[in-house]
C-alpha cells in the first residue's frame, strides 16, 4: 500500500510519454490515472490515520543503504494536496484542448516528483525527487509557442537551478556533518554537530527553498514566470510547485534544524512581514489579473514564514493549514480568470474572498489561526500587521474582481467559455466553502500531524 501512489504514477508517466497527449483520449487517461493515484494516497492517509507513520525500505536494503520510504501525516497532507491541485490544473487543459504532446505525461511526471519527496525518508531522495518535480516545471514554463513564455522559461530555469545547486550543496552539507541521510539517523546526531556548521548548512537550505516559494528578497523571478505562462501551468506553479518550499521548511527546518530554526525566528519575521507588506502594495498597484495573483503570492508567502518563526505544534499547525488553503485559492483564481462565465466569476468571487480571509470561505480559517497564534505569542504588532495584511488583500482582490465583471459585461466581452472548463475552477471553490463551512476534519488532522512531528506524538 505504501508504494502503491507512487507506481501508479511512474506507469503513467512512462505511459503518457509514449502517447500522443494532444489527443482527448490520451488526455483523459492520464487524468483518470492521477485520479486514481489521488485516491490511493488519501486511502494511505486513513491508514497512516489510524496506524501511524508506515516505513518501508524498498527492495530489501537496510536503512542508509537503500531507499528508504516513511510517511507520516505531515507528508500525506501535503501529497494530497499536490495531487489535487495537478489533477485540476491538468483536467483543465484537457478540457481546453492540450497544446502539447507531452503536457499531460509532464504533469504526471512532476507528481511523481511531487509524491516522492513527501513520501521519503532520505534526504538524498528527497533531492532527486525534487529536481523530478524541477524539471518537469522547466519544460512545462515552456508550453505554448509566445515569446513571453520563453522569456519566462528562461528566468524561471535561471534562477531555479541556482536553488537547486544551493540545496544540494545543503545535502553535502549534512551528510558531511551527520554521516548520514537517512533522516531519522540526522535528526539524531544534529544535536551533536559544531553550531557554525549546523548554521551554515541551514542558511543554504533555507536560502534555496525560499527561493522555491518567492519569498522577499528572493521573490524577483515570481511575477515574470506567473504572468508569462499559461493558466493551467502558473495554478500548477503556484498551487503544486510551491509546496517544495513550504514541505521542505517543514521537514528540514522543524524536523532536522529546530535549534537553528528558533534562532533565526526574528529574522524569519522580519522577512515575512517584508513579504506581506511588498506584496500587497504591488498587488495593489497592478491590473492584469495574473500580475496580482503573482505579488499576492509574495505576500501570502510572508504568512507562512510568520507562523513557522513562532514555532511548536500551534505554530506548524497554522503552516499547514495556511499553506493547504492558499494552494486551492491560487488554483482556483489561477484557473477561474482564464475562464468567462458565471461558473467562473462565481468561483473568482470565492477565490477572492479566501484570500481576504472574508467568512464563511476556508481562507477565514487560515487568517484566524495566524491571528490567534500572534494573540497568544502576545505579539500587537504582528497582530496588527496581519489585519492590515488582510485589507490590503481585500483591497486587490475586490479590485480585480471589479475589473473581472466590467471585462465580462462590457462591449468587447470575450466570449462565454465551455461550462466543463468553468466547472473545474468552480468546483474547487465550493471545495473552500465546505471547508469554511465544516473546517473541523481539516483542522484536527492538520493539528494531529503538527503535533506528530513537534511532540512524537503518534501518528
Not at 524541477?134 to 515552456?142: F, G, H, P, T, W
Not at 528566468?155 to 550543496?169: A, M
Not at 559544531?194 to 527553498?209: D, G, K
Request: glycine share 10%; hydrophobic share 55%; charged share 10%.
Amino acid at each position: 500500500m505504501i508504494a502503491l501512489p507512487l507506481g501508479i504514477l511512474m506507469f503513467g508517466s512512462i505511459l503518457l510519454a509514449l502517447l500522443d497527449g494532444t489527443r482527448k483520449r490520451n488526455g483523459w487517461i492520464a487524468v483518470a490515472i492521477l485520479g486514481c493515484a489521488l485516491i490511493a494516497t488519501m486511502r494511505l492517509g486513513w491508514h497512516i490515520y489510524d496506524h501511524g507513520v508506515q516505513e518501508m525500505a524498498v527492495g530489501g536494503w537496510d536503512q542508509g543503504i537503500g531507499i528508504v520510504l516513511r510517511i507520516d501525516l505531515v507528508g500525506i497532507v501535503f501529497a494530497v494536496l499536490c495531487q489535487l491541485v495537478l489533477l485540476s490544473a491538468l483536467t483543465y487543459e484537457v478540457i481546453a484542448d492540450v497544446g502539447a504532446r507531452v503536457f499531460p505525461a509532464l504533469v504526471l511526471f512532476m507528481a511523481v516528483g511531487l509524491t516522492g519527496l513527501t513520501f521519503t525518508g532520505d534526504a538524498f531522495n528527497f533531492y532527486v525527487f525534487f529536481e523530478i518535480s524541477m524539471i518537469s516545471s522547466y519544460i512545462l514554463v515552456n508550453y505554448g509557442e509566445s515569446a513571453r513564455q520563453f522569456r519566462a522559461a528562461f528566468v524561471f530555469i535561471t534562477v531555479n537551478l541556482l536553488g537547486s545547486v544551493l540545496f544540494l550543496i545543503g545535502i553535502a552539507g549534512i551528510y558531511h556533518t551527520t554521516g548520514f541521510l537517512d533522516m531519522v539517523r540526522i535528526r539524531e546526531q544534529m544535536p551533536l554537530v559544531q553550531e557554525n556548521p549546523a548554521i551554515l548548512t541551514a542558511t543554504i537550505i533555507f536560502v534555496a527553498f525560499s527561493v522555491k516559494l518567492g519569498l522577499f528578497p528572493f521573490h524577483f523571478w515570481l511575477p515574470t514566470v506567473y504572468t508569462g505562462t499559461r493558466p493551467a501551468v502558473a495554478a500548477i506553479l503556484s498551487g503544486a510547485l510551491a509546496n517544495i518550499g513550504t514541505y521542505g521548511l517543514i521537514r528540514f527546518g522543524v524536523d532536522i534544524f529546530p535549534r537553528e530554526l528558533e534562532a533565526a525566528s526574528a529574522v524569519l519575521i522580519i522577512l515575512g512581514c517584508a513579504s506581506i507588506v511588498y506584496g500587497g502594495v504591488q498587488a495593489v498597484s497592478r491590473h492584469a489579473p495574473a500580475e496580482v495573483l503573482a505579488y499576492s503570492a509574495i505576500g501570502q508567502v510572508g504568512y507562512i514564514m510568520i507562523a513557522l518563526a513562532f514555532g511548536g505544534t500551534v505554530g506548524l499547525a497554522a503552516v499547514i493549514l495556511y499553506s493547504v488553503l492558499n494552494s486551492l485559492n491560487k488554483t482556483v483564481l489561477f484557473l477561474g480568470i482564464s475562464a468567462h462565465g458565471w461558473l467562473a466569476t462565481a468561483a473568482v468571487a470565492i477565490g477572492a474572498f479566501s484570500v481576504a480571509g472574508v467568512p464563511p470561505v476556508g481562507g477565514f480559517f487560515a487568517k484566524y489561526a495566524l491571528f490567534d497564534l500572534a494573540i497568544s505569542e502576545r505579539e500587537p504588532v504582528l497582530v496588527m500587521l496581519i489585519f492590515v495584511g488582510s485589507v490590503i488583500s481585500f483591497v486587490y482582490m475586490f479590485q480585480m474582481y471589479r475589473r473581472r465583471i466590467a471585462i465580462d459585461t462590457g462591449p468587447d466581452a470575450p466570449p462565454v467559455s465551455k461550462q466543463s472548463l468553468q466547472a473545474v475552477s468552480f468546483t474547487l471553490a465550493i471545495g473552500l466553502i465546505v471547508i469554511g463551512l465544516f473546517p473541523e476534519p481539516l483542522i484536527h488532522v492538520i493539528q494531529m500531524a503538527a503535533a506528530s512531528l513537534t511532540q512524537g506524538v503518534a501518528p
